[in-house]
């Protein structure tokens, strides 16, 4: 074990040890040729042949991220191992949690943003993280992170089991440990970017709560039940990195970046929306005064006019629609609004393929299935190029048979819907297909064996 002021390679000065990660001891020294401060972990001994074995100094010092410690070296003295690395100012966020803080949501979006990037830069480069917690994720002075202890487990092989953080291993990492720990028969289950995936769940959900999760896997509870004091969408996406089944997880940080990146579109048009709202609503108001003066002016024009203001009042209900379907995506009890809205637009006759889809969400919301069941149904033959009416029809067909009894369920009708789906889908788009679409006919599958 290094002693204050031994200097390791003729370079690195020991000055402190500030820590025991994962896999060692921790010491702040000085690096005498770069004037200054850097980290020198020295790895425990059990790690020392699997670092040896597979070469990881070319591999780390070759990394380069905003959100990781750069490596400088990497040194092997007598049987002790040392990787050295830039050092870190600031507070990890167990720090701050232990403070009592509480997270607003943009930080939180912010931080998820840089750790799902730098998760897939480390995927990219074969190595799996196997320690995300909030002791391994420092806050830099610009209130960005840094994610730390990455070193320990290249290409997923095993390494980081001995001593889990048990609060944010994914079940599967959970079950190997307990099975090397008792040696018990191993499931010989995998561990890939849905294992980090699982453990940046897990830590979002602790900065959201306030508490960590349950070490044993089994008696997790969603993050959803909690109702924690975040946006609906934020939350399902926690609760999705978090699910135990590996299937229903998502599968790599770009599906989770892509489902970011496709919320703060939809946000932005919903934003462009209201003004343009506001803009219509004012030249809805000044039309329809000026069909009331037209209708008094002369009354040949009584019929022509009816009309003019019925297909202005669609474009009312249909904003008033819109606002109603956005609040009850948060709040269910707005959900009745947004139907009452939708079904009267339908009724006007005024009711596009965009109008028909949102009174299907607004049913179900409100629970009402079989009416948006219904409503699909009538639209399959109206608009055969959009297959996402029968991919809708399919997902609640699916949903419906998933909660009857296992010996009841027949999907029969939900991998038709499924399969006519995908041809629609491959007649008439253009694409790298659909990952909702592939990701059901993989669940009917498994489900008709």
């Not at 029968?390 to 609640?396: D, G, H, I, P």
């Amino acid at each position: 074990m290094p002693y204050q002021g031994e200097v390791l390679a003729g370079t690195y000065e020991i000055e402190e040890e500030i820590g025991h990660g994962g896999a060692g001891i921790i010491y702040r020294a000085w690096h005498r040729n770069l004037q200054k401060h850097v980290v020198v972990k020295k790895v425990k001994d059990h790690f020392v042949g699997v670092l040896n074995a597979r070469g990881e100094a070319d591999i780390l010092k070759s990394l380069h991220h905003t959100c990781l410690p750069q490596v400088y070296d990497f040194l092997q003295i007598g049987t002790d191992v040392y990787t050295v690395m830039d050092y870190i100012s600031g507070y990890d966020l167990k720090y701050y949690l232990e403070q009592g803080w509480h997270f607003d949501e943009d930080m939180l979006r912010r931080w998820l943003w840089q750790l799902l990037d730098v998760l897939g830069y480390l995927h990219g480069h074969g190595i799996l993280h196997m320690d995300i917690k909030p002791a391994n994720i420092m806050v830099t002075g610009d209130w960005d992170i840094c994610l730390i202890d990455f070193n320990i487990s290249l290409d997923g092989e095993g390494g980081g089991l001995n001593g889990i953080s048990e609060a944010y291993a994914s079940p599967e990492q959970h079950r190997k440990w307990l099975a090397e720990l008792y040696s018990l028969p191993d499931r010989d289950e995998p561990l890939d970017e849905g294992t980090d995936i699982y453990s940046l769940g897990a830590t979002f959900f602790h900065l959201m709560t306030g508490m960590p999760p349950a070490r044993n896997p089994e008696e997790r509870i969603p993050l959803s039940l909690y109702e924690p004091p975040y946006s609906a969408e934020l939350v399902r996406m926690i609760d999705r990195m978090m699910e135990p089944s590996r299937r229903r997880r998502y599968r790599s940080t770009e599906q989770v970046l892509r489902e970011i990146r496709r919320a703060q579109r939809t946000k932005a048009e919903k934003w462009t929306l209201r003004i343009v709202f506001g803009v219509m609503l004012a030249a809805v108001i000044a039309a329809v005064t000026a069909a009331g003066i037209a209708l008094y002016r002369n009354a040949s024009s009584v019929k022509e006019d009816n009309a003019e203001i019925a297909m202005e009042d669609a474009v009312v209900t249909r904003q008033l629609g819109a606002y109603a379907l956005e609040a009850a995506s948060e709040d269910p009890t707005r959900a009745p609004e947004a139907v009452a809205y939708y079904e009267a637009l339908l009724e006007s006759g005024y009711a596009t393929y965009e109008d028909r889809m949102s009174l299907v969400a607004a049913y179900s919301l409100n629970g009402q299935d079989a009416e948006a069941m219904e409503q699909l149904s009538d639209m399959r033959s109206e608009y055969p190029q959009e297959y996402q009416v029968s991919l809708k029809l399919a997902v609640l067909k699916y949903n419906a048979q998933m909660e009857k009894a296992a010996e009841d369920r027949d999907f029969t009708e939900a991998k038709q819907y499924a399969d006519e789906a995908l041809t629609r889908y491959e007649q008439y788009v253009a694409g790298d297909g659909d990952e909702q679409l592939t990701e059901l006919l993989e669940l009917l599958e498994q489900a008709m064996r």
